[in-house]
């Protein structure tokens, strides 16, 4: 078995998206709700944007003695030094590693080396823990971010941060860098850090665990700046669904519920059809995906629902619904159906379908059902109908 550090930085990296203003109560209770999950690490803010941010960092530290919180710094004394006014065991150190961002901040390679060694020898003297991240990794030149990883480790950084910054690099790509820096730095405790610019964040952060990485960090909803970062809910359930032998620590019955607290706080919904959290990602309406859930669930369903938290599945009729479908659905409903009469009901349940515009849920089903029933019982006993049907027979 191997143990995997799932790392949430929604009160850091999820709350510099654009309109999201987290209150004090707002953090305390996000970080409620991830002790419950089982988060062991909590990246919870920036300590150089004023007293404030150092204030509330504190209140988490207190409250939750038994996790590991993290500030993030920029590579500045200053920075570590607010950092320590908040009585957090851990401190992550941003360097920039690309060309484009050392031109940004007007630095160059020496620098680089010069600084994290220098940044190193203070934090380490001030933080039990002292995380040295790369930032824009994925764009920087492969020897320099070879040389700074061992400059870093060297130093005493306990684990490296590989940030995919822009969110430009592919699942392979990912796996090739990981497994590529494992190889030449073997002794490298590593964390990845996706974005979801291009939609493979979670893709990103799954290929760089089964590359050796030891952490991710991720965000609950993958909220966070441009398109966000690697849903903390989407990774935890991906490795439970294909990874029997990671172990990530969480309680996944409880992230449906941390997902809903985000998405109230926030204001942003979560879209429909969202992997783990989605409301109608366990709702069926097809006949062929309808009959083979009869039979066993697992032939159109990744995961049991309860695993995320979810309610169990269920089905809805529509314009895609056959006999099996239909016929469980008014079993569960409390009607032991006729099928001859439910093949004459599918069409009915199409029109109502699109007359409505949506999906028909169990009671409706049963409505129209029981009015068909009717229907064929009143022109079953019509007179006209009997003798209608003794003319048939005599005539074959």
């Not at 695993?307 to 529509?318: D, F, H, I, K, Y």
């Amino acid at each position: 078995m191997r143990t995997v550090t799932l790392i949430d930085t929604t009160l850091r990296d999820g709350a510099q998206a654009p309109d999201i203003q987290f209150t004090a109560d707002d953090r305390m209770n996000i970080v409620d709700a991830l002790y419950r999950t089982g988060v062991t690490e909590i990246e919870a803010g920036i300590p150089a944007m004023g007293n404030e941010e150092c204030c509330i960092i504190q209140q988490i530290v207190r409250k939750y003695s038994t996790c590991h919180v993290s500030c993030w710094c920029r590579a500045k004394n200053t920075d570590i030094s607010s950092a320590l006014e908040t009585g957090c065991d851990t401190v992550h150190i941003s360097f920039p590693l690309s060309d484009i961002h050392l031109s940004i901040l007007k630095k160059d390679e020496t620098w680089l080396f010069d600084t994290v060694l220098s940044i190193l020898k203070f934090a380490k003297s001030q933080f039990s823990r002292v995380s040295i991240g790369c930032q824009d990794a994925t764009r920087a030149p492969l020897d320099r971010l070879i040389r700074f990883i061992k400059a870093a480790i060297a130093g005493g950084a306990f684990r490296i941060r590989i940030a995919d910054t822009i969110g430009v690099f592919t699942p392979l790509q990912t796996f090739e860098l990981i497994s590529g820096i494992l190889v030449k730095v073997p002794d490298a405790n590593l964390e990845f850090h996706a974005h979801n610019d291009l939609g493979m964040a979670t893709a990103n952060s799954i290929s760089a665990i089964q590359a050796g990485a030891s952490a991710v960090s991720l965000s609950v909803n993958g909220i966070g700046e441009r398109t966000g970062n690697a849903p903390l809910e989407e990774v935890a359930i991906a490795i439970s669904r294909c990874f029997p032998d990671i172990v990530h620590g969480l309680n996944t019955y409880r992230l449906f519920e941390l997902c809903k607290l985000v998405s109230v706080i926030t204001g942003k919904l979560i879209s429909y059809n969202k992997p783990v959290t989605g409301e109608k990602i366990f709702t069926h309406e097809s006949g062929i995906h309808c009959h083979g859930l009869t039979i066993d669930s697992s032939s159109y369903e990744p995961y049991d629902p309860l695993l995320a938290g979810r309610a169990p599945s269920q089905m809805v009729a529509g314009t895609h619904s056959g006999t099996a479908g239909v016929f469980a659905m008014l079993k569960q409903a409390g009607i032991d159906a006729d099928r001859k009469v439910i093949a004459s009901l599918i069409p009915a349940i199409s029109d109502e379908a699109k007359r409505m515009g949506r999906s028909l849920f169990y009671s409706e089903v049963k409505r129209l059902y029981l009015k068909m029933l009717d229907i064929k019982n009143q022109i079953s006993s019509h007179p006209d109908y009997q003798m209608l049907t003794k003319m048939v027979y005599r005539e074959t």
